[in-house]
């Protein structure tokens, strides 16, 4: 009995598996580069979660989190500035929880590290009704200062790492589209072909 050699140039078999191979292969290579694309660079308004630990202070081990939102692209290469930040849960920062003014034009956030520089400033009003100051300063090496002064004038520091993640997981809609489309492409031209050698 003859069987003919499967991997021999010219045979139909080897042009029917190493099409769809190809298709495969270039529709991963699509996905790669739109994949890089929808993640590859900031944008004004995208918003990222800062978590935060307390590592020196009254409240050592405590954790928070922050939502902040990018402003503009800053003056400074590489930097945007900040349209908002806004902690979502109380704790070393209780300041800044529900503050009475904030300042940002001193922050800004670094688009290589995603990490924060300079220094976040304003006002509160405690549970007592008396208001105090606060000034929050971030580094880009993900360390925080947070110092609080009371009407009295004294104030009270402590410290802490943090890390800055992108709020949303995963790729937006009109990215995941572009993702589908050279999949969906290549798995219909393999498809077609098959039906057409049974036909």
């Known amino acids: 009995m003859n069987f003919a050699n499967p991997y021999r140039p010219g045979n139909p078999l080897l042009k029917s598996v190493r099409r769809p191979a190809l298709v495969a ?3 991963a290579a699509l996905m790669t580069l739109f994949g890089a694309q929808a993640f590859g660079a ?12 307390e590592t020196s202070g009254k409240n050592v081990g405590l954790t928070g989190m922050v939502d902040l939102t990018l402003g ?3 003056t400074e290469s590489g930097f945007f500035d900040l349209s ?3 902690v979502t849960e109380a704790g070393g920062f209780c ?9 940002l034009g001193s922050a800004l956030f670094d688009a290589t590290t995603n990490g924060l520089v300079g220094d976040i400033t304003g ?15 971030l580094t880009d090496a993900g360390m925080w200062t947070y110092a609080d002064t009371g009407p009295g004038g004294s104030t ?5 790492t943090y890390k800055t ?3 949303v997981s995963g790729v937006d809609e009109p990215a995941t589209i572009l993702l589908l489309i050279p999949a969906a492409a290549g798995l219909g031209i393999a498809l077609r072909r098959r039906l057409t050698k049974t036909t």
């Open 25 to 27: 292969s270039a529709a």
């Open 42 to 53: 900031d944008t004004t308004g995208e918003t990222f979660v800062f978590g935060w630990t």
């Open 72 to 74: 503009p692209a800053s």
């Open 84 to 86: 908002s930040f806004d």
């Open 95 to 103: 300041g800044i929880c529900t503050p009475k003014s904030e300042n």
């Open 123 to 137: 006002s509160y009003v405690n549970s007592t009704g008396k208001t105090h100051t606060f000034t929050l300063t």
């Open 156 to 160: 009270q520091t402590s410290m802490g």
């Open 165 to 167: 993640s992108a709020a």
